[in-house]
């Protein structure tokens, strides 16, 4: 019998039979959300403490256990052939498992709906008629509006029946995209279920080209480490970093549908202001420079310059008797607390110490019987105090960075044999800044102010960190990010044709390095579900001068018709034109993204106003009412609409600093369409698409 999909005006039994057993799951898990909400913990906590996180724990489960009417309880079924972990038992009949979102029990505790990330449920992605997996029959299901209205089998043990590619799959891949991000947990593919499923402690790289979903497999693989490996990240903390706002807000849907409430998102500035307050921004050159890995060494010599070795020996005082430290005997100490390159803090703490330790051994000799306390004691002595002082002066990061920006001299001490005497003078403020606090900071003076502030004392690590859209950061960006999971692991997803900032990545080599993670597992994403065929064989027209080297998308989509690029006749025209193709687009289903060069928006807002069109900012949720969204083409990244109008792709490309990365950029805008794309150009194309 083929693979084949069973529409609901059939009204065969099986249909019938499986919206019983998700009516059934739904009652399932309502009770089971009642159970939580009346859980009384007044009789099993000691204290208020223990209530308190207890009762947070309830809340959360609580949370986790809601029922979401738009996304469906289970989206697939295994029929094994035999008992799971019996397979070898002869004449067992195979069991039956509905795979969902999160796991579904009744009330006797047996299973309703498994967890997609239990391992009973991975044959569900990776089961293939060459490889069945003890599979007899894997069936999908489809979904209207929250209802189950088909389902289609695949019985990968009949040799009779042809494979064929499913057909709720692929209308799945192309449901039109309303509001935010969805998950992709019915549709995940082999390769990207092999990513997703990688184990917590290796580091994972995923180079993937637009549409080839190297994000939602980035979140999905949190929520699967969060799954198998709980109570370990409960404790360490997982962290999502976009590269914007817009981006976080468009992906903040996708860990909630799958019941994953706890992980935080952040921008890399957001990690690196903590402490300061940008106010300003850097020209590219400086921003190039002030980015580079060199900037580290520049940073820890400026550090260390501040610990001089001691002129005069330590004479502390107890009592009536006076204890003498010579000044030898404490460079010494130095000399061994450099050497082991611990961090300044750590050492600025633990040199009085070290002083208070040669007295104790004095006192020792002397016959006298000291413990710790009297060690702390001596440490905090006003003697030893002010020896620390002046050998190993505390530092704060923000004013070692100003100094470093604001006096010549200083920075070209440490920048000796680093920087070139013209990277020195494009970082060097022009009118210095009076104080750290009144500073006009910019990104990339955070990035150093976090280098610093973490050469001074340890920045905290989290258990496992995804860090999306990566080709775009800085080697000290990356230091910074990789800092936050240093004694964790990460998930660093990007696309090399994509980086679009003037200190982009040029080898995921070289990023891995900067991350602190050179043993991490690069693997390359090369078919594209949501970017039809035609759309990305056109912009792949730019990969070899944006990116020579690197493999294109090859999309599985065949979506005839879906691209046109017209030219209109004159600059003064291309506004309405702009706008009657926004109205064109506008009359099919799903959302619509017009993305035009920064500099072009207000005069397209106002086009759009004057024909009484409302729209949207990028990140803002579009809706049934609301579908269409103007956005500058510096904040495309990442986003993605069922159709996509593009202007003047010119004036994009110009836009930025250099041609190649107004390439980028324009790659970028031509990839964001996932139903159609339409170019509209008064001036010449680019001579690499013409």
């Known amino acids: ?11 065969t039994d099986p249909l019938a039979h499986e919206r019983a057993h998700l009516a059934a799951s739904r009652a399932a898990l309502r009770a089971m959300r009642e159970d939580a909400q009346a859980l009384n913990i007044r009789d099993v906590t000691a204290n208020w403490v223990n209530a308190a996180v207890l009762q947070a724990q309830i809340a959360d489960r609580i949370k986790s256990l809601a029922d979401l009417s738009h996304t469906p309880l289970f989206f697939g079924r ?16 195979g069991e039956q498992f509905y795979i969902g979102r999160r796991h579904v029990h009744d009330a006797d505790g047996d299973p309703m709906v498994i967890d997609w990330r239990a391992p009973v449920s991975q044959p569900f992605y990776r089961a293939s008629r060459k490889d069945p997996l003890d599979v007899g029959q894997r069936r999908r299901f489809g979904y209207t509006g929250g209802e189950l209205t088909a389902y289609e089998d695949e019985h990968l043990t009949d040799p009779t029946e042809a494979a064929q590619t499913s057909k709720l799959l692929q209308a799945e891949i192309e449901r039109p995209r309303v509001g935010p991000m969805r998950d992709i947990v019915a549709t995940i593919q082999p390769e990207q279920d092999e990513i997703v499923r990688s184990e917590l402690g290796g580091t994972v790289c995923v180079q993937g ?23 370990r990240l409960a404790r360490t903390g997982t962290l999502v970093i976009g590269p914007n706002k817009s981006f976080l807000h468009y992906i903040e849907q996708v860990l909630p549908a799958l019941g994953e409430l706890e992980v935080k998102q952040a921008t890399v500035d957001d990690l690196v202001t903590a402490h300061v307050e940008v106010r300003s921004t850097d020209e590219a050159r400086a921003a190039v420079v002030k980015g580079d890995a060199r900037m580290a060494e520049v940073l820890r010599r400026a550090i260390r310059s501040h610990v001089t070795m001691p002129a005069e ?21 130095v000399k061994e607390l450099l050497a082991r390159d611990m961090r300044y803090g750590a050492a600025h703490e633990a040199l009085p110490l070290r002083i208070a330790h040669a007295v104790l051994v004095r006192m020792e000799e002397a016959g006298e019987a000291p413990d710790d306390r009297v060690q702390n004691a001596v440490a905090r002595t006003s003697a030893v105090k002010a020896a620390v002082k002046a050998i190993w002066p505390a530092v704060d990061p923000s004013k070692l960075v100003l100094r470093l920006l604001s006096d010549p001299e200083f920075l070209a001490a440490h920048a000796d044999g680093l920087l070139s005497e013209d990277e020195q003078k494009t970082i060097l403020w022009t009118k210095p800044a009076r104080s750290a606090k009144s500073a ?7 990035v150093l102010i976090d280098e610093a502030a973490d050469l001074v004392a340890r920045t905290h690590s989290l258990g496992h960190v995804v860090v999306d859209e990566a080709q775009d950061l800085s080697p000290m960006q990356y230091r910074a990010v990789g800092r936050r999971c240093s004694t964790g692991s990460a998930t660093v997803l990007g696309d090399l044709a994509q980086g679009t900032t003037p200190w982009s990545t040029q080898s995921w080599e070289q990023a891995l390095h900067h991350l602190g993670k050179s043993d991490a597992v690069v693997e390359e994403l090369t078919a594209g579900f949501r970017v039809p065929r035609e759309v990305i064989a056109y912009a792949s027209r730019l990969l070899p001068v944006i990116s020579p080297g690197l493999a294109a998308v090859e999309s599985v989509r065949e979506s005839p018709g879906s691209l046109s690029v017209r030219e209109v006749a004159g600059a003064e025209a291309l506004d309405a034109a702009v706008v009657a193709a926004c109205e064109e687009s506008l009359t099919h289903e799903g959302s619509t993204g017009l993305i035009a060069a920064d500099a072009r ?10 024909a009484g069109h409302q729209y949207l900012s990028p990140g803002e949720e579009t809706s049934a009412e609301s579908r269409l969204t103007l956005v500058p083409a510096s904040l495309a990244k990442g986003l993605e609409y069922d159709y996509v109008v593009l202007d003047e792709p010119s004036a994009v490309v110009d836009g930025e600093p ?33």
């Open 601 to 610: 928006i207000p005069a397209l807002a106002q086009a759009l106003t004057a």
């Open 1 to 11: 019998m083929p693979a084949h999909a069973h529409e609901s005006d059939t009204t």
């Open 209 to 231: 080209g637009p549409g080839t979903g190297k994000t939602a497999v980035g979140l999905h693989r949190v929520a699967y480490l969060l799954y198998a490996h709980r109570e």
């Open 78 to 93: 295994l029929d094994y052939l035999h008992v799971v972990g019996a397979a070898q038992a002869e004449g067992a009949e």
């Open 440 to 446: 006009k900071w910019s990104a990339a003076d955070a």
């Open 658 to 690: 250099d041609e190649r990365t107004g390439l980028r950029r324009l790659y970028v805008a031509l990839t964001r369409a996932v139903s159609g794309l339409i170019v509209l150009h008064a001036a010449p194309l680019p001579e690499e698409l013409a």
């Open 313 to 333: 020996p330590v004479m502390v005082v107890r009592g009536s008797r006076r204890w003498r430290v010579p000044a030898y005997e404490i460079e010494e100490m």
